[in-house]
């Protein structure tokens, strides 16, 4: 075989794995939605907040966010947010927002952060005392 033979199989080989991995990706994202349904929390583990009475949250936030897909983004979003003490979150996928009840109206910084790691963007985050 010459030089060029070699070179051509092994870019054709090459080409042969990116394209099953590719598609081994696809069909799991078909499968279990955009986000995967694995991860540590698994599927269906949901953080409820530590204080699940509403009277104890004197503030909601409505917050605008992007990059969510499907319900497991839902999930990760309500979760990051159930983590931090003293909110609660109800995230609706239809609309890209959530209804976060606070506890502490300067927790703003921390909850933006808990979105962004989890690879969303918060594009609004409007406090006001409940009604």
Known sequence: ????????ILIIAVIAVVAFITIRNYRKQLKEGCCGAGG???PGAK????????ENYPYIADVSIEGMHCENCVRKVENAVN?????????DLASNSA???LKDP???KQIKMAIANNDFLVTSF????KA
């Open 47 to 54: 953080v409820e907040p530590k204080d699940t009475n509403k």
């Open 83 to 91: 983590r931090i003490d003293g909110a609660w979150a109800d995230v």
């Open 126 to 129: 409007a406090v006001a005392e």
């Open 106 to 108: 300067k927790l703003e």
């Open 99 to 101: 209804k976060v009840l």
């Open 1 to 8: 075989m010459s030089g060029n033979t070699i070179l051509t």
């Open 40 to 42: 540590d929390e698994g």
